[in-house]
């Protein structure tokens, strides 16, 4: 990573901190409405401390973290704009404690992340990745047909977090016919779908169990060992599990253990507990498909994120009301 230093001041320009790699779908736009710090307060103490007391807003991604400290040492921040939904990497109550707004780019993503977990569902039941290798290897002509797999349409799906996206990959869920239930905080009388009250009851009626809370203290390490034994008792083709959520809303290390003794079947991981490191143990494991933090990683998707992560910055300059900033802001 090679932060750059500031753009060139522009005194009438509002300045603002990126704490993120910039996505050239958003970059352009900051930097003709900002003075915009790229990762300063990374790479170089004394130019930080010299912009510091100017910086009015943070660009953020959803993989950022914006401490109650780097705030602290922001006296002028009005604002903390982040281009992605979930914001568990930034210190919400430190924000809020000194009238600082944060936003996030919720709905816009949906579609992708909803896409990818239906994707990583089929991916894990019917191998593809295997059978790819398979084809790719020359091993179809060498050795033959590979073993057989598993069905996913009308099977029992179990997903945990029943908002915006699990509402989405529900109705996808529902075209292929599955049984659909859920968890959450609280049930969702409006829904067509069950809810069960805790991920272990849920696992124990799933084939698959898809993970799609936000991440934070609230939702550490909810998919446990317990859970994962209960998806594994569900039925004797034993379940499969998807985390398109956080990687710290799963045991990263009980998991690793279920899949190495065959407690679980098998799993789809778009999300780790320590991105962009993906522990050896897991990377070994043929029955595992894995993917690099990819859920709304499609350009029509990211551009409708920079567009709002961009909106809100404007809207906030303009004296405007935020388009899109998270609940505890409103
Ligand atoms: P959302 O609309 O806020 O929905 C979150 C759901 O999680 C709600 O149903 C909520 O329950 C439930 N929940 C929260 N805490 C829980 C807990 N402790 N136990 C059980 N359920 C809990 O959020 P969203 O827009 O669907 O996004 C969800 C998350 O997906 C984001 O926060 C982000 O971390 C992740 N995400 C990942 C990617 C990716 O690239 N893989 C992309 C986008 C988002 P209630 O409804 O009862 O409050």
Same mark, same amino acid.
């Given at each position: 990573m090679t932060p750059a230093t500031s753009h060139p001041a522009d005194a009438s320009l509002p300045e603002i901190l990126s704490v993120t790699r910039l996505s050239p779908l958003l970059e352009p736009r900051l930097r003709a409405a900002f003075t915009v710090h790229d990762r300063v307060h990374e790479s170089d103490a004394a130019a930080f401390a010299a912009v510091a007391p100017r910086i009015r807003g943070i660009a953020a991604s959803g993989d950022s973290k914006v401490s109650a400290e780097l705030i602290a040492q922001l006296p002028a921040l009005e604002v903390i704009s982040v281009m992605g939904v979930g914001y568990d990497g930034i210190a919400v109550e430190a924000a809020k404690a000194?009238?600082?707004? +944060?936003? @996030?780019?919720p709905d816009v993503l949906n579609d992708d992340v909803a896409d990818l977990a239906l994707a990583l569902m089929l991916a894990a039941a019917r191998q593809i990745p295997a059978a790819d290798r398979h084809v790719r290897s020359g091993a179809w002509a060498e050795k033959g047909a590979l073993p057989l797999a598993r069905k996913m349409s009308g099977a029992r799906v179990g997903i945990v977090g029943m908002g915006r996206i699990g509402q989405a990959i529900a109705s996808r869920a529902a &075209? *292929? @016919?599955? &049984?659909? &239930?859920?968890?959450a905080r609280s049930a969702k009388p409006a829904l067509p779908y069950r809810y069960l009250p805790s991920p &272990?009851?849920?696992?124990?009626?799933?084939? *698959?169990? +898809? +993970?799609?809370?936000?991440?934070?203290?609230?939702?550490?390490h909810l998919i446990d060992a317990e859970v994962l034994a209960a998806l594994g008792r569900s039925s004797p083709e034993r379940g499969i599990l998807v985390n398109v959520a956080r990687g710290s809303v799963v045991d990263e290390a009980a998991l690793i253990t279920a899949l190495e003794q065959g407690v679980i079947a098998g799993a789809g991981l778009d999300v780790f507990e320590d991105e962009p490191r993906v522990p050896e143990r897991l990377r070994a494991l043929p029955q595992v498909v894995l993917a690099p933090h990819i859920g709304s990683a499609t350009t029509a998707t990211r551009q409708a994120m920079a567009d709002l992560a961009y909106g809100n910055l404007a809207a906030h300059f303009a004296g405007q009301p935020l388009l899109t900033p998270v609940p505890e802001c409103r």
């Open positions: 000194r009238g600082i707004t +944060v936003t @996030h780019t &075209a *292929f @016919h599955m &049984a659909i &239930a859920y968890t &272990a009851a849920l696992a124990a009626e799933s084939d *698959f169990l +898809v +993970v799609i809370t936000p991440g934070g203290a609230g939702t550490r």
